[in-house]
């Protein structure tokens, strides 16, 4: 169990290595922690407002984290000192770094007069290489996740009205776009080589997509809202997170409000297990690259550090 923050968990993320485990929280400051015992490590300091999303680059050297302060901060994951600030229009929701380690794109929400806007920046530059607005259609449309597809060939970004849009990175042109859930989309994981992807939505299923051709492959249903979904990188399993929204949880009684991990075969879509633990809907999932551990965030300001025990380890699956 990892104290270190003072409001609800927004996103927790390892590092390639997974030695690593970066988390944010609604507080303003970012903090990282050794993800074999739990020590924290460091904390950035400097955001005014919420972070809602962080990346760490292929070799743990930069952070980026996008806050609701309309920036996006660049640091240094040794010293913990911001390298540089990169200002938006609006409350940044999402950054991710390229495969380069050069570029990043970022997505921020629509503020005023200014609508929602998709930006790639070099990190040498504070200014955007390119902006692709969002335009407004019959309801306000946010973005909630960017991601860039294998070797860059996309700009992969859902919305808050259940579709998923691919951008061309250069023109940015929308190259394909596809209707994944019917509400919103709060989350999109892929698995460790970007072929797979998973959505976790307000509508309760999470879908596994592939992320080639974009074919849907399967559906895993539950009875709440599903915060966030991750597949498991060296078993057939897939990890959801969930809950009511934070504001119904004071009343429902103690068990009905469901705050588990609950552990599903990736294959046959069936519940198998889950771990209790959270006095609020999870927000965020992560597990360990090498599949040893996984972190779970929650609304009640703690993060949980899990270590696999060696029988789940010895598992063997049911897929022939």
């Not at 970012?30 to 809602?52: A, D, Q």
């Amino acid at each position: 169990l990892l104290q270190g923050h003072e409001r609800p968990i927004t996103v927790v993320k390892y590092n390639y290595d997974g030695d690593l485990l970066f988390t944010a929280s609604k507080d303003q400051v970012p903090s990282v922690w050794r993800s074999e015992n739990g020590e924290r490590l460091g904390t950035f300091h400097g955001h005014k407002g919420t972070i809602w999303d962080l990346d760490v680059d292929r070799f743990t050297t930069h952070l980026l984290t996008a806050s609701a302060d309309a920036t996006v901060k660049l640091w240094s994951c040794q010293t913990g000192e911001c390298l540089a600030t990169f200002p938006h229009r609006g409350p940044v929701r999402g950054v991710h770094w390229a495969e380069d380690n050069r570029r990043f794109a970022t997505i921020s929400d629509p503020f005023v007069e200014h609508n929602g806007k998709i930006s790639i920046f070099d990190i040498e530059d504070t200014s955007p290489i390119l902006e692709i607005d969002i335009p407004k259609e019959s309801q306000r449309v946010n973005a909630t996740n960017i991601t860039w597809t294998y070797l860059n060939e996309h700009l992969f970004v859902s919305f808050d009205n259940g579709m998923v849009k691919l951008y061309h990175p250069e023109t940015g042109q929308v190259v394909e776009q596809l209707r994944v859930h019917e509400k919103k989309i709060n989350r999109v994981q892929f698995n460790k080589d970007k072929t797979l992807f998973l959505t976790s939505s307000a509508d309760f299923t999470a879908k596994l997509y592939d992320a080639v051709n974009l074919k849907h492959l399967k559906t895993y249903k539950t009875d709440r809202p599903v915060n966030d979904a991750v597949i498991s990188p060296d078993k057939d399993h897939i990890l959801l997170g969930g809950g009511q929204e934070a504001m119904s949880v004071t009343t429902t009684a103690g068990k009905v409000g469901k705050f588990e991990t609950r552990f599903f075969q990736l294959v046959y879509e069936e519940e198998f297990g889950c771990v209790k633990g959270h006095f609020g809907p999870i927000n965020a999932l992560a597990i360990n690259p090498n599949g040893r551990n996984y972190a779970s965030g929650a609304e009640d300001g703690y993060v949980r550090l899990h270590h696999f025990d060696k029988s789940y380890l010895d598992m063997i699956d049911p897929v022939p």
